[in-house]
């Protein structure tokens, strides 16, 4: 089996490198709330894109634009016009909340999931069907 950084496009890769060297640089300016809020997400035509995952955090951004472009030409050779900030919202992990036992199924629900086991095809479909006629 192939180790997984194989099946990557080396030139990625190194995109990704160097993002990454460019986000912990600028990290090194902000202040400790916003450290862990904002990543370079590219550069392009000119432009340094910083992601952050708030409005609020953008707006500290913005103000600190001047900054950052000046730490980017000094530590890694960029020469960036401008800086533009985009508020990407980070998703949340979905954990389901527990909720209350489903009442137990009554003779004609089990009867009915039985037959159904019985007309399918599907083996794993089958059983599970009959799984649930037993239970409740």
Wanted: net charge positive.
């Amino acid at each position: 089996m192939r180790a997984p950084r194989t099946y990557l496009d080396p030139t990625m890769l190194e995109q990704a490198r160097r993002l990454e060297a460019m986000t912990q640089s600028v990290r090194t300016l902000l202040p400790p709330g916003l450290r862990d809020h904002c990543w370079v997400g590219n550069i392009k035509e000119g432009v340094l894109i910083l992601v952050t995952d708030s409005g609020t955090w953008a707006h500290q951004l913005r103000y600190m634009q001047r900054e950052i472009l000046k730490q980017m030409k000094a530590y890694h050779g960029i020469s960036a016009r401008s800086v533009k900030i985009r508020v990407r919202p980070v998703m949340q992990a979905f954990t389901p909340r527990p909720g209350k036992p489903l009442p137990p199924l009554n003779e004609e629900a089990r009867e009915a999931l039985s037959r159904a086991a019985d007309s399918v095809g599907d083996p794993e479909l089958r059983q599970t069907l009959r799984r649930f006629s037993t239970q409740g």
